[in-house]
Structures are given as C-alpha cells and as structure tokens.
C-alpha cells in the first residue's frame, strides 16, 4: 500500500463503499416512504368510492381487509383493527386516515354507519423488496463501475510518475540529456519540469568542470615535464651547470606548490569548516602591510593612500590584496596603487586591462586564464575566483572596472563597524 496506485484505488474503493452504503440506506428509505404514501393514496381513493357504495366492499382489491360498521359494531375481516377511537371519530362523521400495529387504517362514515378498509404491510413489504433488489443491482454495478474508474486513474496518475522517477534514476547513474516524460497532470509537469531544469544545471555544471580539470592538468603537465627532463638529466650525468637546473627546479615546483595551495583553498572555500575571524581591522595599516611586502619584490612600485576601518577578518583580506597585486604585477604593470577609503580597499594598477567583455566574467573559475594564458603571463586561473569568494564569506563584495587611462581597478566593499 506505499505505491500511489495502491492508494488511490484504495481511497477510490473506500469512498465509493461509503457513497454506495449511504445512497443505499437513504434510497430505501425513501422508497419506502414513496410506496407507503402510494399504497395509503391507492387505499384512501379505494375507500371513498366504497362509502358511496357501501354494498361492494366485498370487491375490495385483493389482499386488503374491509369491515362493516352498523350501530358502532364493525363486522369483517378488518374488525379487529377497529378500536373505539376510530369508531368516535367515525360516529363523528369523521373519515379516518391512520396506522396502527404496522397496517394502514382508511375509514369512510356512510348513512348506514362506515366502510372500514386496512392494508396490512407485507402487501408494502413485498413490493419494498422488489424495488430493493432493483436498487442494490444499481448499486452494485456503480461500485464496480467505481472501481475500475479508480484503479484506470490510478494507474493514469502513477504512470507519468514512475516515468519521472526513472529519468531521475538515470540521470543519479551519471546519464545526461535525459527526456523528462510530459505530462498535462499540472503538479506532476512542474516536476518533471523540475527535473529537467536540474539536468540542464547539472550539465552546465560538469561541462564547467570537466573543462576546468582539463586546464588545471594541461598547466600541472608542463612543470612536470620540466621537472622530469632534468631530473633524467641529472641521474644521466649530462647536466653542465647544476645551479641553473637547480633554479629551474626551483621555480618549477614553485609553480607547482601555487596550483596545490590554490585548489586547496578552493575546496576549502566549499567546507563547512571554513573560518572567518572577525575583528576592526585598520585598512590602511593593512594596505601599508601589503605594500611594504610587494615592494621587497622590485618587480613594481606600490602606493597606498587614505585611511578606513572595516569589521573583517584581516589574514583573509590580506590574503586577498596579495592576489590582487600578484595579478597586477605579474600582468606587467609598473605601478600599483592601493587607495582606502572608509570602508573599502581598490587595487588599481597601469597595466593593460581588460575588455570589456571581461569585466562580467573577471571573477569566474579559470575564464581569464583561459583567455590570456597565450597572450601574456598568467596564473592558476583560480585567483580571482578564490578572492571573490573570500570576500564574500567576509559579507563584502568586490568589484572590477578599466582605470580611467589604463590598466585595471579591483575594488573591495566591507562592511563597517
């Protein structure tokens, strides 16, 4: 009974038993009624034609009881259904119309004395019975007909359901692209339609990930390689000036070290455990951190200006500023400038910028290394990405937009306390 076929036949079986046993009872009822009613107007008309002829009560219909009433003394089969209250009312001059011990009791005063005419109730009975045989076989067939009425829209309502509940088992077994069955059942095509939507997302969502292992692997490949060949090199012994190798070494499994901390902080990012210390961290003091830090560098000149005060937390946020200057340098400009202001930190820097295309997609995983990886240096991919999440679990946003004569400005928004 857990199947929505099994119930709603069940249910539909349930309440036509119930409709049929109160169509049932009520009907009885009033066909009895109906046929008292009948058999008393039959009874009554029979009786006023016999008080205008008192002499033909013996030709009374068969199966009712007449009597005879002369001197207040009534005579007949019918007699013994005759009490004094009938023959006051009688001797009254009154007609009678009653029941009394299961029969129907009509009674007619004449100029002689009154025709006295009884129905007993097997004669209703009998003709109760027929009439409820008829109606029983009616029932019977509308309960039938109930049924399998029920079971059909029971079995019409779960098709499209178990057919849902298949696609969704395919697309958990890894198929994609699977056609969701349709449907005119409303509630039911808004969850297929549902459905569909998740497979479309879930599509996306692999290509996007399939495509950004596929980057991440062609990047991990080429230091890789460099590490091998003078690795080989060097157990061949043909290596003729070991501190070079040992610098490309070096800066090779540098470049490897940055692709394994930024996957790691991304699969942090997406923990539970993730944590943010929140704190009135001095933004300016902070920028002059990271300027102090990048200068040591000489790969550019650094600037900070303004001052601000934000509740956040400020390893994550200095974690974020080095990305932005890293980026920056590394994508040749000369100057960076860190510019405060009371709740906010820009990176702004004279480098080549983006296009305008760029600008809505700067912060998605992997798409500007995509499209600048054979243009000029670049990263993981993973920076800017990492960074706009950062920012995010810190209750800020970030921003990018082209400076006003050259290069890019990332602008961080924090809250302030």
Same mark, same amino acid.
């Given at each position: 009974?857990?199947?929505?076929?099994?119930?709603?036949?069940?249910?539909?079986?349930?309440?036509?038993?119930?409709?049929?046993?109160?169509?049932?009872?009520?009907?009885?009822?009033?066909?009895?009624?109906? @046929?008292? =009613?009948?058999?008393?107007?039959? @009874?009554?008309?029979?009786?006023?034609?016999?008080?205008?002829?008192?002499?033909?009560?013996? %030709?009374?219909?068969? &199966?009712?009881?007449?009597?005879?009433?002369? *001197?207040?003394?009534?005579?007949?089969?019918?007699?013994?259904?005759?009490?004094?209250?009938?023959?006051?009312?009688?001797?009254?001059?009154?007609?009678?119309?009653?029941?009394?011990?299961?029969?129907?009791?009509?009674a007619r005063p004449t100029a002689e004395g009154a025709v006295v005419l009884v129905e007993p109730s097997t004669t209703v009975e009998r003709a109760l019975g027929k009439a409820t045989s008829r109606i029983l076989i009616a029932l019977a067939i509308g309960l039938l007909i109930?049924?399998?009425?029920?079971?059909?829209?029971?079995?019409?309502? $779960?098709?499209? /359901?178990?057919? #849902?509940?298949?696609?969704?088992?395919?697309?958990?077994?890894?198929?994609? &692209?699977?056609?969701?069955?349709?449907?005119?059942?409303?509630?039911?095509?808004?969850?297929?339609?549902?459905?569909?939507?998740?497979?479309?997302?879930?599509? #996306?969502?692999?290509?996007?990930?399939?495509?950004?292992?596929?980057?991440?692997?062609?990047?991990?490949?080429?230091?890789?390689?460099?590490?091998?060949?003078?690795?080989? $090199?060097?157990?061949?012994?043909?290596?003729?000036?070991?501190?070079?190798?040992?610098?490309?070494?070096?800066?090779?499994?540098?470049? /490897?070290?940055?692709?394994?901390?930024?996957? @790691?902080?991304?699969?942090?990012?997406?923990?539970?455990?993730?944590?943010?210390?929140?704190? *009135?961290?001095?933004?300016?003091?902070?920028?002059?951190?990271?300027?102090?830090?990048?200068?040591?560098?000489?790969?550019?000149?650094?600037?900070?200006?303004?001052?601000? #005060?934000?509740?956040? =937390?400020?390893?994550?946020?200095?974690?974020?500023? *080095?990305?932005?200057?890293? %980026?920056?340098?590394?994508? &040749?400009?000369?100057?960076?400038?860190?510019?405060?202001?009371?709740?906010?930190?820009?990176? $702004?820097?004279?480098?080549?910028? @983006?296009?305008?295309?760029?600008?809505?997609?700067?912060?998605?995983?992997?798409? /500007?290394?995509?499209?600048?990886?054979?243009?000029?240096?670049? &990263?993981?991919? +993973?920076?800017?990405?990492?960074?706009?999440? +950062?920012?995010?679990?810190?209750?800020?946003?970030?921003?990018?937009? %082209?400076?006003?004569?050259?290069?890019?400005?990332?602008?961080?928004? /924090?809250?302030?306390?």
């Amino acid at each position: 009974m857990r199947s929505l076929r099994a119930r709603v036949t069940l249910v539909t079986v349930a309440v036509s038993v119930v409709a049929v046993l109160l169509t049932g009872l009520i009907s009885l009822q009033l066909v009895r009624s109906s @046929l008292n =009613d009948e058999a008393r107007d039959q @009874l009554a008309a029979q009786a006023d034609v016999l008080a205008q002829r008192p002499g033909l009560v013996d %030709n009374a219909l068969d &199966g009712t009881l007449t009597a005879v009433v002369v *001197d207040g003394i009534a005579t007949g089969a019918a007699a013994e259904y005759v009490d004094k209250v009938i023959l006051a009312r009688l001797a009254a001059g009154e007609s009678v119309s009653t029941s009394r011990r299961g029969v129907l009791i009509e009674a007619r005063p004449t100029a002689e004395g009154a025709v006295v005419l009884v129905e007993p109730s097997t004669t209703v009975e009998r003709a109760l019975g027929k009439a409820t045989s008829r109606i029983l076989i009616a029932l019977a067939i509308g309960l039938l007909i109930a049924v399998l009425g029920g079971t059909l829209l029971a079995r019409r309502l $779960a098709r499209p /359901l178990t057919e #849902t509940a298949g696609a969704a088992r395919r697309m958990a077994a890894g198929e994609r &692209g699977v056609a969701v069955p349709a449907t005119t059942t409303t509630e039911i095509a808004d969850v297929a339609a549902a459905l569909s939507a998740l497979d479309t997302a879930l599509v #996306t969502s692999e290509g996007r990930q399939r495509e950004f292992l596929l980057s991440i692997s062609h990047e991990l490949r080429t230091p890789l390689t460099a590490v091998r060949g003078y690795a080989e $090199a060097l157990a061949d012994g043909i290596v003729a000036d070991p501190v070079s190798v040992g610098r490309t070494l070096v800066a090779e499994t540098e470049r /490897l070290d940055t692709f394994v901390r930024d996957l @790691l902080e991304l699969a942090r990012l997406e923990a539970d455990d993730f944590s943010i210390t929140l704190a *009135d961290v001095d933004l300016a003091a902070l920028a002059g951190e990271v300027a102090a830090a990048w200068s040591g560098t000489g790969t550019g000149t650094l600037v900070t200006a303004g001052s601000g #005060t934000a509740r956040t =937390d400020a390893r994550r946020l200095r974690q974020v500023l *080095d990305g932005l200057v890293e %980026n920056a340098l590394r994508s &040749g400009a000369s100057t960076v400038t860190l510019d405060v202001s009371p709740t906010a930190i820009s990176v $702004a820097d004279d480098g080549p910028g @983006l296009d305008p295309a760029d600008l809505a997609v700067a912060f998605e995983r992997g798409a /500007l290394h995509a499209r600048y990886r054979e243009v000029r240096a670049v &990263g993981t991919g +993973l920076g800017l990405s990492i960074a706009a999440r +950062l920012v995010g679990r810190m209750g800020g946003t970030i921003q990018v937009e %082209n400076g006003a004569e050259s290069g890019a400005v990332f602008t961080v928004e /924090l809250s302030h306390e």
